[in-house]
C-alpha cells in the first residue's frame, strides 16, 4: 500500500504552503487531545467542572484541556492572527502579523465523554482581514463561503481527520507512528438516503414544517415519501457528519420553541460552517431549512444557527416543506 502522509499529500495537491503549516499545528493539538482521551480515567480527565461556559453549558474536564491544548500549540504559530472558541467568551489575540484566524469547537459532543462514544474537534481557518487584531469579534464576523480551510478530527476507534482546503474532503487516520495517513480520497455522499439523523424528543417543540417532514419520513413506504427509514442519534454532530459523508443520510438539529429568540442550538462559526464546507465539498447540501448556511452573514462570534445537512436529494426535500413558511421565528432568525 502507498501510504501518503497528510502534509505530503497537502503539497502534491498545491495548498498554499502557509496554510498546510497552520493544519500541521493543528494536528500537533489534536494529537495530543487524542492521547488524552484515549487515556480516559486512567489519566483523570472524565467528568464535569464547577464552570459554565458563555452559551451556560457545564464545562466537562476534557472540554477545558482540548481548549486550552489548542489554544497554547497555535499561539507558538506566527501565521495565526487569533482565535475564537466554543469554550472562550471572546476571541482570543495570538500574533500579530499572523495571517490567518481559526474558530474550533475544541471537543464536540462532550456530553457524550464519560460514556466513551465518540467526539471531536471541529476547526474553520479564515484569512484575518488587515489592521484588525486577533482579539476583534469583527475579524471573524465572515461568511462560510469565505473560509480557506475547514475540518474536524474525530476521536472514535481510531482517529481521523476530515479535511477540506476547497478541493474536495478527504480522510486523514491517526497511525500508531503518530502521523495522518490518507485513507479515503474525495469522498463523495449519496446524493439519495433512507437514513434520518434528528433528536426526536424535540418533536413538540419544532415548528409545524419540521414535523410534517420527520411525520413523512415516518410513515415509510406507504407515505409520500415511498421508502422505508432507518433513525439515528448518537448526540456527537461530528460522528453524525462523519456517517453522513461515509455512507450518506440526513442530519438535522432545527429551531425549535423551546428558546424561541435563538436560531438553533448549533454554533454557526465553529459547527455549522465547517460542516457545512464539508458536506458542500463532497456534493452534499447544508442549510438552515431557509437559506444555504455558508451564506449566512454571521453578527455574533457564538452565533448560533438551524442545521440539516447530507445527502442533496433529502435536503432538497426539507427545504422544500419549509417553502412558503417565511413568516415564523424560525425562519426569521435562520434566513
Ligand atoms: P456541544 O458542542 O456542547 O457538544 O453541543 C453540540 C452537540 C452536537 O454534537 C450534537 O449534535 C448535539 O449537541 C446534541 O444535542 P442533544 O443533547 O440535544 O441531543
Ligand atoms: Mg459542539
Redesign the pocket.
Known amino acids: 500500500m502507498n501510504l501518503l502522509l497528510l502534509n505530503q499529500f497537502l503539497k502534491h495537491h498545491d495548498v498554499d504552503g502557509e496554510l498546510i503549516e497552520v493544519i500541521d499545528t493543528l494536528m500537533i493539538a489534536c494529537k495530543e487531545i487524542a492521547v488524552q482521551l484515549r487515556e480516559g480515567a486512567l489519566a483523570g480527565v472524565l467528568g464535569t467542572t464547577d464552570n459554565t461556559n458563555v452559551?451556560g453549558?457545564t464545562q466537562k474536564k476534557m472540554d477545558v484541556i482540548a481548549n486550552d491544548i489548542l489554544k497554547n500549540v497555535l499561539e507558538t504559530n506566527p501565521l495565526v492572527r487569533g482565535m475564537a472558541s466554543?469554550e472562550e467568551d471572546d476571541p482570543v489575540a495570538a500574533n500579530d502579523d499572523g495571517r490567518f484566524l481559526v474558530t474550533f469547537?475544541p471537543?464536540?459532543?462532550?456530553?457524550n465523554i464519560d460514556i466513551n462514544v465518540s467526539v471531536g474537534t471541529i476547526f474553520s481557518i479564515l484569512e484575518a482581514p488587515q489592521n484588525m487584531s486577533g482579539d476583534n469579534v469583527e475579524a471573524y464576523l465572515q461568511e462560510g463561503r469565505k473560509q480557506v480551510a475547514a475540518g474536524y478530527v474525530l476521536y472514535g476507534p481510531s482517529a481521523t481527520l476530515v479535511l477540506s482546503t476547497g478541493a474536495g474532503v478527504n480522510f486523514f487516520t491517526l497511525a500508531h507512528t503518530g502521523d495522518f495517513i490518507l485513507t479515503n480520497e474525495n469522498v463523495q455522499v449519496p446524493a439519495t438516503t433512507k437514513e434520518f439523523a434528528i433528536?426526536m424528543s424535540?418533536q413538540r417543540h419544532w415548528e409545524p414544517e419540521m414535523q410534517n417532514y420527520v411525520n413523512d419520513l415516518l410513515l415509510g413506504a406507504e407515505g409520500p415519501r415511498e421508502k422505508n427509514y432507518n433513525m439515528r442519534?448518537i448526540?456527537?454532530?461530528?460522528a453524525?457528519v462523519h456517517r453522513v459523508l461515509t455512507r450518506g443520510g440526513i442530519f438535522m438539529?432545527p429551531w425549535d420553541k423551546r428558546e424561541t429568540g435563538k436560531p438553533g442550538?448549533?454554533?454557526l462559526m465553529y459547527?455549522g460552517n465547517p460542516m457545512s464546507m464539508l458536506i458542500e465539498q463532497a456534493g452534499g447540501l447544508s442549510t438552515t431549512c431557509y437559506t444555504n448556511i455558508m451564506d449566512l452573514k454571521p453578527t455574533e462570534i457564538h452565533q448560533r444557527c438551524a442545521v440539516a445537512l447530507g445527502s442533496s436529494e433529502e435536503v432538497e426535500a426539507v427545504m422544500e416543506y419549509h417553502t412558503g413558511s417565511k413568516d415564523g421565528a424560525a425562519a426569521a432568525l435562520n434566513s
Open positions: 452559551q453549558e466554543e469547537d471537543l464536540d459532543g462532550s456530553s433528536n424535540n442519534w448526540a456527537s454532530m461530528v453524525e438539529y442550538k448549533l454554533r459547527e
